[in-house]
């Protein structure tokens, strides 16, 4: 360093000398350089303008890579701009379909919050096996491909917990990750952020502890006007939908974009968008105001000029709402003649169209539970041998309901798309109490039923109920092993993409001594599996003419045999689906009984899930093939699993010693 020129006291003041003194070596500028910068204030930037300036998308989560550019996705500026603290909005809700961008916007709404506006944050997944995920393949690429983020989020090492898989630390905050099915990690710790993404996957209770909603937005009360929830999701069923309740309690925005050729400002509707038949390629967008054909080239252009209008007026204030379908979607990604493709490929399939309702157009799913006339059942039951499986049955499975006096049990027969015919009913006298009643369900999984080309097919799984008496339940179930054998508790509530769950161990009773994980639960939402009953039942069947000429029954056809009894046809719609309103106005679907009993149709429903166990709702077309070909071959005997056996002769792939007389299947 070199020595000041200047003799002046120090108490004289600067001088030019001075000057001289303190800039005089090496890498003085440099430091006041950054002093300087340091003494300047951080850019006021939105949450759009951070991500368009901080934002690097990652190869591992992105198919575009690179720089992140709101300008790709214009309808998403104003969303995340209402996430930056100088706006007032407290909830922001955001009812979308698939794809459209949603998810990194929320991503960048984390990354400014550690980089801008730190403070404790609160990310939720459906599950937390999901949180998981969510953060290896989403999170941690946002951190590593920002510098600004890398530096201020505590590095990932084996003694230091600031950074874990679902909690990352950084100077003024940490986020949390958890899933909704978490009470523990719902009420974890405040938060001023809460981001809750795919609301409508969430479990209806957390741990049985509330609405996992409720109990994460209890989190940011403390933080009053500061505090902001980011509410997003996919919908689903209307009267379940949880983002449609709270979009519908909004000011319902939707994006409004002008016509390249009049200029009408209108958002886009699906029964807008016409192609020529069998033409998806031709798909246009017709104006609500010219009527004029727009092509999708015009598309980036109309985004471009689009706005978020408000068509309501919110209960809540802070609350905004926004809806948005694939329709927007950018060019390169969902175009229109695909979803055009997607329409076509739905029809004569509700599940079909019902996914595409929900993850194309962001529009509710209306469930129809009416009950059919059970009448008009009983004029169309079929005749078939007493006993005996028809020839499009491919394997067996049975509901069992226990009652206080009895058992019931159904056995369905189950073939390709789901077709379905009532094999046989059994009433077994006596309620759980009763030893041989026991004795007799257990007799009923070793009989076997002919089937029409000669096999014979045993259950290839029971379902049985645990609502009451479940410790008697759990014991049976256990003795009988739990290849063939499944206990299952019904809960209310639509989950079509995996309506039974589990299973979950819980406590068994054997020769009077505790069994701590002794047995094995499925969980089922059973109201999926009941409006499924009601819609195959509706299903148009083709007339003796054209069963004769070759017409097949469509997916899902439900047969019923001759000498079915009114009585048990009146149990098989014993209820019905209908729209009650909450205590605070939302509406929500409930089944309710129109008549007292209903043992039928919740034997229907447990042994669909034991189909659904089994895993005929996921096989492919070469098991189905596979069975087809067994039953053609006509053998004497099967094996419980529904696969046939020639006398004497292991099925391929299994030694003698692994099949003969065992009563399990290899579901």
């Known amino acids: 360093m070199y020595a000041p020129t200047s003799t002046n006291s120090p108490r004289s003041g600067p001088t030019s000398g001075d000057d001289d003194a303190l800039t005089d070596f090496d890498g003085a500028g440099e430091i006041l350089r950054a002093w300087g910068s340091g003494l300047r204030p951080d850019p006021d930037l939105t949450v759009s303008e951070w991500a368009d300036r901080h934002r690097m998308l990652s190869g591992r989560a992105s198919a575009e890579p690179g720089r992140y550019r709101t300008v790709r996705t214009p309808y998403m500026r104003e969303i995340m701009d209402r996430l930056s603290p100088g706006d007032p909005t407290q909830r922001i809700v955001f009812m979308k379909a698939a794809q459209v961008g949603a998810t990194e916007a929320g991503n960048n709404w984390i990354g400014f919050a550690i980089h801008q ?108 006007h500061r505090r902001k929830v980011l509410l997003v999701s996919t919908p689903t069923i209307r009267g379940l939908s949880r983002i449609e309740r709270e979009y519908e309690a909004s000011d319902q925005r939707r994006f409004f974009v002008p016509c390249p050729h009049c200029g009408a400002m209108q958002w886009l509707k699906f029964d807008r968008l016409r192609w ?95 009950a059919p006339d059970w009448q008009r059942l009983y004029d169309r039951r079929e005749r078939w041998t007493s006993g005996t499986v028809p020839a499009g049955g491919l394997f067996l499975t049975a509901g069992a309901d226990v009652q206080k006096d009895r058992i019931e049990v159904d056995i369905w027969a189950w073939g390709r798309g789901l077709e379905s015919w009532l094999v046989d009913h059994v009433v077994i006298e006596g309620g759980p109490e009763r030893h041989d009643a026991w004795s007799e369900l257990t007799a009923l999984l070793d009989r076997s039923w002919p089937h029409e080309r000669g096999a014979h097919l045993r259950i290839a799984r029971l379902a049985i109920d645990t609502g009451y008496e479940a410790p008697a339940v759990y014991s049976w179930s256990r003795a009988q092993g739990f290849a063939q054998v499944s206990p299952v508790k019904g809960v209310e509530g639509f989950n079509r993409s995996s309506p039974v769950s589990g299973p979950t161990f819980v406590d068994a009773t054997e020769g009077g001594k505790r069994l701590r994980r002794g047995a094995r639960l499925w969980t089922v939402a059973v109201s999926t599996f009941k409006a499924e009953t009601y819609r195959f039942l509706r299903l148009a069947r083709p007339t003796e003419e054209e069963t004769a000429d070759g017409a097949a029954f469509p997916p899902g056809s439900v047969h019923l045999p001759h000498w079915v009894e009114n009585e048990w046809l009146k149990q098989f719609v014993a209820e019905q689906l209908v729209t009650v309103r909450t205590k605070r106005g939302f509406a929500r679907l409930e089944w309710q009984k129109l008549r007292e009993r209903n043992e039928a149709l919740d034997c229907r429903v447990y042994a669909r899930a034991a189909a659904w166990i089994a895993g005929a709702d996921r096989w492919p077309d070469e098991k189905w093939r596979d069975l087809e070909d067994q039953l053609g071959a006509a053998p004497t005997d099967t094996d419980p699993a529904g696969q046939i056996n020639r006398p004497g002769q292991a099925p391929q792939g299994k030694r003698r010693s692994d099949w003969l007389g065992r009563r399990g299947g290899w579901f």
């Open 117 to 224: 506006a730190p403070g404790p944050m609160l990310a939720v997944q459906p599950t937390v096996e999901l949180a998981k995920r969510n953060s290896r393949q989403r999170i941690d690429p946002l951190i590593d491909e920002s510098p600004e983020l890398r530096e201020r989020v505590k590095p990932a090492r084996s003694r230091d917990a600031g950074n874990t898989m679902l909690s990352k630390e950084f100077a003024g905050g940490i986020l949390i990750m958890t899933g909704a099915n978490s009470a523990v990690g719902l009420r974890s710790t405040p938060a001023r952020y809460i981001f809750l993404d795919e609301v409508d996957a969430y479990p209806a209770s957390a741990d049985e502890e509330g609405d996992p909603v409720t109990l994460a937005e209890a989190r940011s009360l403390t933080f009053a």
């Open 276 to 370: 020529q038949k069998g033409r998806p390629e031709t798909a246009k967008y017709h104006c609500e105001g010219c009527e004029t054909p727009i092509a999708e080239h015009h598309k980036t252009a109309m985004l471009e000029g689009g706005e978020w209008r408000a068509t309501a007026t919110a209960a809540d204030p802070t609350t905004v709402g926004y809806h948005l379908s694939a329709l927007y979607s950018p060019i390169g990604w969902l175009s229109w003649e695909r979803i055009v493709r997607a329409w076509d490929a739905a029809q004569g399939s509700d599940e079909a169209i019902k996914a595409f309702r929900n993850t194309i157009l962001g529009e509710t799913w209306v469930e129809t539970g009416e």
